[in-house]
């Protein structure tokens, strides 16, 4: 592997002279003869055509680079073995958010919300979860003890190989070692594993003209799209909560109801991080409004934007921007955007701070009033050092995973 690296230098040496040359030479302004369909092309299209060419080829030669001293990259617990960990971070603030008279399982006193179940969607159809993965199922479960955590692992493989088949990247080796761990520890007793087939639940919903039409699997990003869809009928069908599994939550979630977030930046509500009554009228007008707009060839065809345009129009919002609160809507119904320090104490903008071991301008007062927070690029396989913010953190908030990452030495850890 480190010889494969040492050429693939060599040759970046290489062409970063030849592109220099061909870019740059002015020696000589006569031109030679090149004809092309009897055209006659100048020296500068050449040279600004080899140019370009080489200039890719570059950059394809520094990423491959990149990857492949990713891929070399020794477990953490090894690279990082005589330094010693910092304390995991408690995030500042009270234990609960949530007043006294709300107990889970709905709302004051107990009564009204359908919110017992918390629920992730695992749908590429791989069985087994990441660290990162079962990290989030693990601060959910330990946070709301009271509630049903639920993980929905797809039976059906779809889409294309995902990165950890074609690359292994800290984070993203998978183990059914976590899954057995999560259903195993006493914490964990409220933790269930669901096995189904995410086509035939899409092709016995709403869903199912497209599911008809072949348009789910064959675009390119089936595997999001059909997550976007999942987690909306789950919620449709058994209301509760649905996390993303790159969430680490630190409160109980039991006094929320009937809401989502937002970024101040854009018109977009953010569908990772959602609490549902079952049934509730919104849901059947979402699903009928992205079956109208959905378009295969769109990422987040189902995802934010269009969750952002179908909760303007449900609840008659005509702001450039959203306004966290409650909202008074369709069928007489109520919907809250709750405020992004809710579920966002860190911004996209800030990401970085995840994943450094100092975190310098970071506002931790922001977490005093966070229920959860997302981490940004988790999922796509980020080096974490074991003292930086998101480290710490699972050591807080995930213990279990942390452990386990360390103990069973899996590849590339945490």
């Not at 966002?344 to 975190?359: A, D, I, K, Q």
């Not at 974490?384 to 452990?403: D, E, G, I, K, T």
Request: charged share 20%; with cysteine.
């Amino acid at each position: 592997m480190s010889r494969c690296c040492d050429m693939l230098r060599n040759w970046k040496m290489k062409l970063s002279k030849i592109v220099t040359n061909i870019s740059c030479n002015n020696r000589t302004k006569q031109h030679f003869p090149f004809y092309y369909r009897n055209r006659y092309v100048p020296r500068w299209r050449i040279q600004l055509a080899l140019g370009i060419c080489l200039g890719f080829l570059l950059a394809v030669l520094t990423g491959m680079e990149s990857l492949l001293e990713d891929s070399m990259s020794v477990d953490w617990s090894v690279q990082f073995a005589n330094e010693p960990l910092s304390r995991p971070f408690k995030v500042p603030g009270p234990e609960s958010l949530c007043p006294a008279a709300f107990r889970p399982g709905g709302g004051a006193g107990g009564e009204g919300a359908d919110t017992e179940r918390i629920n992730f969607i695992e749908s590429t159809g791989r069985e087994c979860l990441t660290p990162r993965q079962a990290c989030g199922v693990e601060s959910a479960a330990r946070a709301n003890p009271g509630m049903h955590v639920k993980v929905y692992l797809n039976t059906h493989r779809i889409g294309p190989p995902g990165w950890d088949d074609l690359l292994r990247r800290p984070g993203r080796v998978r183990s059914c070692a976590f899954n057995d761990m999560l259903l195993a520890q006493d914490f964990s007793s409220n933790v269930q594993m669901v096995r189904q087939n995410f086509t035939q639940v899409l092709a016995d919903s709403l869903f199912r003209p497209l599911v008809a039409g072949g348009n789910f699997h064959s675009s390119h990003w089936s595997v999001v799209q059909i997550s976007d869809a999942i987690r909306l009928l789950l919620l449709q069908q058994h209301g509760g909560y649905y996390l993303d599994f790159d969430n680490i939550v630190f409160r109980p979630l039991h006094c929320l109801r009937n809401g989502f977030s937002y970024l101040e930046e854009h018109p977009n509500i953010e569908n990772g991080i959602m609490v549902m009554d079952a049934n509730h009228p919104f849901l059947s007008f979402l699903i009928r409004y992205l079956m109208q707009t959905y378009d295969p060839n769109k990422r987040v065809s189902l995802g934010p934007p269009a969750f952002g345009k179908a909760f303007k129009l449900f609840c008659h919002i005509n702001d450039p921007l959203f306004k966290s609160g409650l909202h008074r809507c369709l069928d007489n119904s109520n919907l809250t955007l709750f405020h992004p320090d809710s579920f966002f104490p860190v911004r996209h903008y800030e990401l970085g701070h995840f994943y450094s071991t100092t975190w310098p301008g970071l506002d931790l007062q922001k977490m005093e009033r966070a229920y959860l927070t997302h981490v940004y690029l988790s999922s796509w396989g980020r080096k974490v050092h074991p003292n930086s913010l998101y480290s710490r953190l699972a050591r807080q908030y995930c213990p279990s995973v942390w452990q386990l990452t360390k103990e069973t030495n899996i590849p590339l850890g945490f």
